[in-house]
Protein backbone atom coordinates (compact mmCIF):
# COMPACT_ATOMS: atom_id res chain seq x y z
CA UNK A 1 0.00 0.00 0.00
CA UNK A 2 1.45 3.53 -1.02
CA UNK A 3 -0.15 6.92 0.19
CA UNK A 4 0.01 10.29 -2.04
CA UNK A 5 -2.13 13.23 -1.31
CA UNK A 6 -5.68 12.21 -1.42
CA UNK A 7 -4.82 8.71 -3.50
CA UNK A 8 -4.40 5.53 -1.27
CA UNK A 9 -2.70 2.92 -3.80
CA UNK A 10 -3.01 -0.90 -3.18
CA UNK A 11 -1.08 -3.50 -5.07
CA UNK A 12 -2.08 -7.28 -4.78
CA UNK A 13 0.27 -9.41 -4.29
CA UNK A 14 -1.86 -13.00 -3.59
CA UNK A 15 -1.58 -15.33 -6.46
CA UNK A 16 -4.48 -14.93 -8.15
CA UNK A 17 -5.27 -11.02 -8.08
CA UNK A 18 -8.81 -11.34 -9.14
CA UNK A 19 -10.62 -10.00 -5.92
CA UNK A 20 -10.10 -6.55 -3.74
CA UNK A 21 -12.18 -5.21 -1.21
CA UNK A 22 -12.61 -1.50 -0.47
CA UNK A 23 -14.30 -1.69 3.13
CA UNK A 24 -14.58 2.46 3.38
CA UNK A 25 -16.73 2.29 0.25
CA UNK A 26 -18.62 -1.02 0.53
CA UNK A 27 -17.27 -2.07 -2.61
CA UNK A 28 -16.22 -5.18 -4.16
CA UNK A 29 -14.46 -5.87 -6.99
CA UNK A 30 -14.24 -9.11 -8.47
CA UNK A 31 -12.91 -10.41 -11.90
CA UNK A 32 -14.01 -13.47 -13.30
CA UNK A 33 -11.41 -13.08 -16.42
CA UNK A 34 -7.88 -10.72 -16.28
CA UNK A 35 -6.34 -9.83 -13.25
CA UNK A 36 -5.61 -6.48 -11.13
CA UNK A 37 -2.39 -4.57 -11.47
CA UNK A 38 -3.26 -1.97 -8.61
CA UNK A 39 -5.98 -0.45 -7.62
CA UNK A 40 -5.96 3.07 -6.36
CA UNK A 41 -8.48 5.15 -4.30
CA UNK A 42 -9.06 8.82 -4.06
CA UNK A 43 -9.78 9.58 0.11
CA UNK A 44 -11.82 13.32 -1.23
CA UNK A 45 -13.28 12.32 -4.46
CA UNK A 46 -14.38 8.57 -4.36
CA UNK A 47 -12.96 7.82 -7.66
CA UNK A 48 -11.37 5.02 -8.27
CA UNK A 49 -8.84 3.88 -10.56
CA UNK A 50 -8.19 0.65 -11.89
CA UNK A 51 -5.06 -1.29 -13.61
CA UNK A 52 -5.48 -4.52 -15.12
CA UNK A 53 -2.53 -6.91 -16.41
CA UNK A 54 -2.17 -6.86 -20.62
CA UNK A 55 -3.69 -9.19 -22.41
CA UNK A 56 -2.06 -12.68 -22.78
CA UNK A 57 -3.18 -15.76 -25.47
CA UNK A 58 -6.32 -16.75 -22.98
CA UNK A 59 -7.12 -13.56 -21.59
CA UNK A 60 -7.58 -11.13 -24.18
CA UNK A 61 -11.02 -9.03 -21.69
CA UNK A 62 -11.49 -8.90 -18.53
CA UNK A 63 -14.49 -9.06 -17.20
CA UNK A 64 -15.66 -7.11 -13.87
CA UNK A 65 -18.12 -6.88 -11.20
CA UNK A 66 -18.94 -4.59 -9.20
CA UNK A 67 -20.78 -5.08 -6.03
CA UNK A 68 -21.31 -2.59 -2.85
CA UNK A 69 -23.04 -5.05 -0.09
CA UNK A 70 -22.38 -1.97 2.39
CA UNK A 71 -24.19 1.01 2.23
CA UNK A 72 -21.77 4.20 3.06
CA UNK A 73 -22.97 7.34 3.96
CA UNK A 74 -21.91 9.87 1.54
CA UNK A 75 -20.72 7.08 -1.10
CA UNK A 76 -23.33 6.69 -4.12
CA UNK A 77 -23.19 3.61 -6.92
CA UNK A 78 -19.69 3.21 -7.89
CA UNK A 79 -20.22 2.89 -12.18
CA UNK A 80 -17.28 3.08 -14.76
CA UNK A 81 -16.30 6.83 -16.08
CA UNK A 82 -16.40 5.30 -19.42
CA UNK A 83 -18.84 3.18 -21.33
CA UNK A 84 -18.07 -0.28 -20.90
CA UNK A 85 -20.28 -2.87 -22.63
CA UNK A 86 -21.91 -5.55 -19.46
CA UNK A 87 -22.79 -8.97 -20.71
CA UNK A 88 -23.75 -11.66 -17.95
CA UNK A 89 -23.70 -8.65 -15.25
CA UNK A 90 -20.14 -8.02 -16.01
CA UNK A 91 -18.13 -5.03 -17.58
CA UNK A 92 -16.33 -6.48 -20.56
CA UNK A 93 -13.09 -4.88 -21.08
CA UNK A 94 -11.07 -5.13 -23.88
CA UNK A 95 -7.35 -5.72 -22.76
CA UNK A 96 -4.35 -4.64 -24.13
CA UNK A 97 -0.39 -5.66 -24.55
CA UNK A 98 0.46 -2.66 -21.91
CA UNK A 99 -1.31 -1.92 -18.81
CA UNK A 100 -5.10 -1.25 -19.31
CA UNK A 101 -6.72 1.51 -16.84
CA UNK A 102 -10.07 2.10 -15.71
CA UNK A 103 -11.98 4.75 -13.50
CA UNK A 104 -14.93 4.32 -11.27
CA UNK A 105 -17.35 7.13 -10.17
CA UNK A 106 -20.14 7.14 -8.03
CA UNK A 107 -21.53 10.19 -9.12
Do not use: C
Request: no cysteine; hydrophobic share 35%.
Amino acid sequence: MKVEGAWVRVKPLDSFRMRVYIAPRGLWLTLDAGSFESVEVNTRSNQIRIALSPQNPDTPQARLHLEQPAKVPGVGAYHPRQSIPKERDAYVIALKSVTSSIELTDR
